[in-house]
């Protein structure tokens, strides 16, 4: 993460140009006359607060780390009677200078301390929000309403204070990126951030310090990040590499040291799939009136859509015409269809057996599990169906899936026989079903965890050529045709109710995956 700091820059504007704050105020105690100071301006009992510069302001220029004041601004003040001060009136728009007109009456000292408590504090109090906006990329309009907040010591005489304004919080700056091709047709539609301790709630403007004090309980932000038009939907993630005007979101969180859990919320309006990606950073001191590059690639595991066959057969489903294809033929989304499907004598359509009895695979599915490998991942491979594992498959993003317990787990917990299934006797040879029930959720155990793998429900082309049950089902071939039958062979079949090991026409658009 890179750390920008506006103290640094604040200063050095500072000593080019300054920033001037005028406490006009009455020639003496009676507010009631009217001989004023030439930089002053008096309106009843109103007495001008004017800025200057823009480096102290409210809304942050990423570049320079220069602020502005933006509509609805106040200020707060206490006056000569120790009374807390609003100024009367606001900016309309953004601008780097304002007259804040603040009732009350400011002759007794040469300073006094000014207060910026956002846009829903009050006096010195600052609420940062747990629930923090932003209507567009790269803005930072938001910051004040999400509890950015500032003080400074005006000092001065005969009408005229200069000062600096000192902000009181942190914000991190995130910008995701990626260069899955499905994540880049995704939306990002919001960020969550979450601490180890406190970040968001209600704080106080120390009136010696004017540095956030006390302590609140809030230890989760939610960043929403939708506006409208062409971010009615979220931020794009059609950059590769980080890029604040593609998607840069502001988040105001308390100073300090905080160890952060980040997830990154992403929806594909085309699948209606939505789902976090997770981002973990170690303890870390956030300070004060400083910002942070949180840059972050927002990857899933993609699934290579060619992988789609005929059992055994020498070439994938749309040999020539995948998806990403100069002339793509493959349906890419839930009940698409095309009828250039591989029909007989084709080299992408299955392997035909003549006769009956035991035939292995010799081309695409040669390297696949056996039929009795198939039975002992069901059986002892402790199946759980995930219904919360984000995934990409031909430009889109899904979810949805089984955890196995890898090969040398099970045969080291169970039994796991290439020759022989759970039926004690060869599948190849004689047929055997086998269903269970799965247990939902993903492995907890770390161990268990740490020794599982996960095959994603891709779906199957079926017989018309037409993608279905994407996000529901998966079908995996094996390398074993059925002994009964000579155009059927096994797979694997799952969904979140069921796993099976059976037998099925061999003409369907199954997966050939990984087994570990």
């Given at each position: 993460?890179?750390?920008q700091?506006?103290k640094?820059?604040?200063?050095?504007?500072?000593?080019?140009?300054?920033?001037?704050?005028?406490?006009a105020?009455?020639?003496?105690?009676?507010?009631?006359?009217?001989?004023v100071?030439t930089?002053?301006?008096?309106?009843?009992?109103?007495?001008?607060f004017v800025?200057g510069?823009?480096a102290t302001?409210?809304?942050l220029n990423?570049?320079d780390g220069a602020?502005f004041w933006?509509?609805g601004?106040?200020i707060?003040?206490?006056d000569d009677?120790g009374?807390?001060?609003?100024?009367?009136?606001?900016?309309?728009e953004?601008t780097?200078?304002?007259?804040?007109?603040?009732?009350?009456?400011?002759?007794?000292?040469?300073?006094?301390?000014?207060?910026?408590?956002g846009?829903?504090?009050?006096?010195?109090?600052?609420?940062?929000s747990?629930?923090?906006?932003?209507?567009?990329?790269?803005?930072?309009?938001?910051?004040?309403?999400a509890g950015?907040?500032?003080?400074?010591?005006?000092t001065?005489g005969?009408?005229?204070f200069?000062f600096?304004?000192d902000?009181?919080?942190?914000?991190l700056?995130?910008?995701?990126?990626?260069n899955?091709?499905?994540v880049?047709n995704?939306q990002?539609?919001?960020?969550?951030?979450t601490?180890?301790?406190?970040?968001?709630?209600?704080?106080?403007l120390?009136?010696t310090t004017?540095?956030?004090?006390?302590?609140?309980?809030g230890?989760?932000?939610?960043?929403?990040?939708?506006?409208?038009?062409s971010?009615?939907?979220?931020?794009?993630?059609?950059?590769s590499?980080?890029?604040?005007?593609?998607?840069?979101?502001?988040?105001?969180?308390?100073p300090?040291?905080?160890?952060?859990?980040?997830?990154?919320?992403i929806?594909?309006?085309?699948?209606n799939?939505?789902?976090?990606i997770?981002?973990?950073y170690?303890a870390?001191?956030?300070?004060?009136?400083?910002y942070?590059?949180?840059?972050a690639?927002?990857?899933?595991?993609?699934?290579?859509g060619?992988?789609?066959?005929?059992?055994?057969?020498?070439?994938?489903?749309?040999?020539?015409?995948e998806?990403?294809?100069d002339?793509?033929?493959?349906?890419?989304l839930?009940n698409?269809?095309?009828?250039n499907?591989?029909?007989?004598?084709?080299?992408?359509?299955f392997?035909e057996?003549?006769?009956?009895?035991?035939?292995d695979?010799?081309?695409s599915c040669?390297?696949?599990?056996?039929?009795?490998?198939?039975a002992?991942?069901?059986?002892n491979g402790?199946?759980?169906?995930d219904?919360?594992?984000?995934w990409?498959?031909?430009?889109?993003?899904?979810k949805g899936?089984?955890?196995?317990?890898?090969?040398?787990l099970i045969?080291m917990?169970?039994?796991?026989q290439?020759e022989?299934?759970?039926?004690y006797?060869?599948m190849?040879?004689n047929?055997?079903?086998?269903?269970v029930?799965?247990?939902?959720g993903?492995?907890?155990?770390?161990?268990?965890?740490?020794?599982?793998?996960f095959?994603p429900?891709?779906?199957?082309?079926?017989s018309?050529?037409?993608?279905?049950?994407?996000?529901?089902s998966g079908?995996?071939?094996?390398?074993?045709?059925?002994p009964?039958?000579s155009?059927?062979?096994?797979?694997?079949?799952?969904?979140?109710s069921?796993?099976?090991v059976?037998?099925?026409?061999?003409?369907?658009?199954?997966?050939?995956?990984?087994?570990?």
């Open positions: 993460m890179r750390k700091t506006f640094v820059r604040l200063l050095s504007l500072i000593a080019l140009c300054g920033i001037v704050m005028a406490f105020s009455c020639s003496n105690e009676d507010v009631a006359q009217s001989t100071d930089n002053t301006e008096n309106n009843s009992n109103l007495t001008s800025t510069a823009a302001r409210t809304s990423y570049d602020f933006e509509a601004d106040h707060y003040v206490k009677n009374t807390w001060q609003k100024s009367s009136n606001a900016p309309t953004k780097a200078s304002f007259k804040f007109m603040v009732p009350g009456k400011y002759t007794n000292s040469t300073t006094y301390k000014v207060y910026y408590p846009k829903n504090g009050l006096n010195n109090n600052v609420t940062i747990a629930a923090q906006s932003q209507a567009q990329p790269n803005s930072t309009t938001h910051i004040g309403e950015d907040c500032g003080t400074a010591d005006a001065g005969n009408g005229v200069n600096r304004l902000h009181q919080a942190a914000i700056v995130f910008q995701p990126f990626t899955n091709t499905g880049k995704c990002l539609t919001k960020i969550e951030v601490s180890d301790n406190d970040i968001t709630g209600t704080y106080t120390d009136t004017g540095e956030l004090t006390g302590s609140a309980s230890k989760s932000i939610t960043m929403t990040t939708k506006g409208s038009g971010y009615a939907n979220g931020f794009p993630l059609t950059n590499t980080a890029d604040l005007a593609t998607n840069g979101a502001y988040v105001v969180i308390r300090g040291t905080h160890a952060l859990t980040v997830r990154y919320w929806k594909d309006y085309a699948t799939v939505e789902g976090a997770t981002k973990t170690p870390f001191d956030y300070e004060k009136n400083d942070y590059d949180m840059t690639n927002i990857n899933v595991t993609d699934y290579d060619s992988k789609y066959y005929m059992w055994d057969a020498q070439k994938n489903y749309w040999n020539d015409h998806w990403n294809s002339n793509p033929w493959q349906p890419v839930a698409e269809s095309n009828s499907f591989p029909t007989f004598g084709s080299d992408r359509y392997h057996n003549e006769g009956f009895g035991r035939m695979a010799t081309s040669k390297n696949l599990p056996n039929a009795n490998e198939m002992w991942y069901v059986k402790d199946p759980r169906w219904d919360d594992k984000l990409t498959a031909m430009g889109h993003l899904y899936g089984m955890w196995f317990r890898e090969k040398s045969r917990l169970t039994s796991f290439p022989q299934g759970p039926g006797t060869d190849r040879d047929f055997y079903k086998l269903v029930t799965p247990t939902q993903a492995p907890v155990n770390y161990y268990f965890a740490s020794r599982s793998f095959l429900a891709l779906g199957q082309y079926n018309n050529g037409q993608l279905t049950d994407i996000g529901q079908y995996y071939w094996s390398s074993s045709a059925s009964a039958d155009n059927w062979a096994y797979l694997l079949q799952f969904s979140k069921k796993v099976i059976n037998t099925t026409q061999s003409d369907g658009g199954f997966y050939v995956g990984t087994f570990q």
